[in-house]
């Protein structure tokens, strides 16, 4: 005999509610610091409490090679670049046991004392994968088996000036049917793709500076769309319909040897951050006809961000400060809310999970979960790395970003790549 359940309201509200949580843990991470290229995670069910328990590893593969790109994880595959016995490489994981799926290689590996192989992360975009090595090259594989589908060289094909020797450390950015990466140099600094073939769609021929090892983010101010990207020397908007130059403002001090950060955006206000103490600067973008203006706000060291970039939660900036310790920056005034300095959690990327930040110690790989709040520093535990790599450069830095997606957390240290599961 069926049993007749009265209370259908609350039963679908449950099954509504258990198919959000789901959904929610099983988010994408497919480019570069996630959705938006903001840095934060969004997750239902994650153990963020590591005082008295740190999360279990999974599993750990031992065969991503040389380099710093940072997983991304589409479904329950996981994208990266590598490098071993003379030639970079991308690669593909299954993220629940940690075997290998694919294994490309993409050609001579990229070899500098700081570390050889591929600097930024794999962006996937509708069975693609589009990725830049070290030297340079940018290729467009499928993410089925990590087939070429196309590839263009930055140096041959555009003329491209990298700012230093480091290394070309972008990570391309997918918009629409447009593929946006930065060859730097006298041409222009910026090109778009056509995501399908790799052929030229436009060059911002007003921009013609160095590339940087930051990579853009897209922006909608007023209604005009548009490319914010760093330069050597420069913060730009670029129309996203032709590469017109929208706005530039200079971003340099004395000595500035490399820039890295990732540009923050809200609210049409766009934020940068520089080391080699140039410091911190928020511009105010209002659309004026057809074109940008761009105000700035304030210009401050009170976050001077070398690398490891800063997140923005609830309007404040957190950050890591050289010569300071980490930073909660109020992001409309400028002013530091407060700062504190440990010996053991030092300069390293920043990530926000939920209301919670995670803090890499790039010497150690020591990580540091705290809260993002702005009532001060409150720590809730620490986690070593379970093991440090035996590839050594000339400074032995833990330099690849952390990663959370589908619940559980990805870490990495050249050929190592760990998994922790963040719901048990």
Known sequence: MTKIIKNKGAIALAAIMLVSVMEINAQDWAQWRGDNREGIVKAAGLKLDWSQKTPTLSWTFRQAGSGYSAPVIVGTTLYCQGADDGSDFAFSLDIRTGNLIWKQKLGAQFTESRGNGPRGSVTV????????????????????DGKMIWQKDFKDDFAGKMMSGWGFSESPLIDGNLVICSPGGDQGTVVALDKNTGALVWRAGELTENASHSSAIVADVNGIRQYIVLTAKSAAGLSAKDGKLLWKTPVEGP?????????????NMVYITNGYNVGCILAKLTRNGDGVDAEIVYENKNIVNQHGGVVLMNGYIYG?????????????????????????VIKGAVLAVNDRLLLLNERSGLLTIIAASPDGW???????FPERTKIMTQDNMVSTHPVVADGKLFLRDHDLLFCFDLTK
């Open 320 to 344: 890591f400060s050289d010569g300071v310790g980490f930073v909660c920056q109020n992001l409309e005034t400028g002013e530091t809310v407060w700062r504190e300095r440990i010996n053991e």
């Open 125 to 144: 975009d509708n069975g693609k994968l589009y990725l830049i090595r070290g030297g340079g090259q940018i290729h467009c594989l499928s993410a089925a």
């Open 255 to 267: 000595r500035v040897a490399a820039v890295i950060p990732t540009p923050v955006f809200h609210n």
């Open 378 to 384: 409150k720590e809730f535990g620490r986690m070593p």
